[in-house]
């Protein structure tokens, strides 16, 4: 049972007797498409702020792996010239042993035969 003063039984009792203003639904139901909105504006950031960062990262990896390749060419180069310096030396030692080897044995011979 309600009272005159809107009390049940020591409880307060919450009565309107005014209309919703429909000002406040529009409001509410505004401020959740503005809040849609914005959190896929956050998404669409988020990926492009990705998509920027990894564009950047494939940068400098090639950039860096750019270097790198410059600098393993040079040292291929730097390789090639010693093992062809090498192969030089390599005959030049093979040709004088073989020489010495043959003036040895020409010496030899000759000193056998007297």
Known sequence: MITQEGEAYGFVVWIDKERQCLWQKR???EARDKMRRQTHDINALR???DKANAQVTALEVSRITGRRIEFLKAVEELLKQN???SDKKFRRFVVS???GFLVAAAVLVYALKM
């Open 27 to 29: 409001s509410l139901l």
């Open 47 to 49: 990926e492009a702020l």
């Open 83 to 85: 093992v062809n310096d």
């Open 97 to 99: 042993s073989w020489g």
